[in-house]
């Protein structure tokens, strides 16, 4: 080979690695470099649920042998059972509505049975005090009417104001007692048993009352 050759293919391949170095730079130059990004959780978020708690509701199981309840507008009269036998009224719930469903509503919830009489006289007997002296018992709106008081009505004890009257206590008179007439709730009147009203006593116990 002559030396004219030689310096060709010397020459040609000192161009092609020109070439394909200008290449390798070229390509390093456009290609773009990617950082990673390290990746960071999401806080945990901790959702607390809003839990509404119901009122406890204290429930009495039924009982087979319970007492059916009669709703206080139908109620025509009571029975009240004493120590010494029964005695029946019948209810005045026209005049006295509100009292006669206050004292249907307290006896059908037992809240007579053994309460005494702690006030007898020649004239009338009265209980239905849980505190059994006279003093106990809480407030209810006079009714006044114009039914009399006469033998075996039906009333509310009071105090001195004749708009309030006490919402536990009751009396039956023994006798015609018409300076109570407009004065004192009259809601009822006794149709059975005033032989048993004349023989109550001072301690004497309410058993129950029960309601039709």
Known sequence: MGFMSRTAIIFIVLVVIGFGGLYFLLQTKQTTFTPQIPVVPSP???????????????????????????NPVAAKK???????????????????????????QKAQSGFYNNLTF??????????????????????LPTELSEKPFVVGSVGVAR?????????????????EAPW?????????????GMNVVNTIKIGDRILGITVE
């Open 44 to 70: 945990t978020v901790q959702v607390q649920r809003l839990i509404t708690i119901a009122p406890s509701i204290s429930v009495t199981p039924s009982s087979t042998s319970a007492v059916p309840t009669i």
């Open 78 to 104: 009571a029975t009240i059972k004493t120590s010494k036998g029964d005695i029946v009224f019948s209810f005045y719930g026209k005049e006295a509505p509100g009292t006669v469903a206050n004292f249907v």
């Open 118 to 139: 702690h006030r007898v006289e020649d004239w009338v007997i009265q209980g239905g005090d849980p505190k059994g002296n006279g003093t106990g018992g809480g407030d």
């Open 159 to 175: 105090g001195g104001d004749i708009k309030i009257s006490n919402d536990s206590q009751f009396f039956i008179t023994k006798t």
């Open 180 to 192: 109570l007439n407009n004065q004192y709730t009259n809601f009822g009147i006794v149709t059975d």
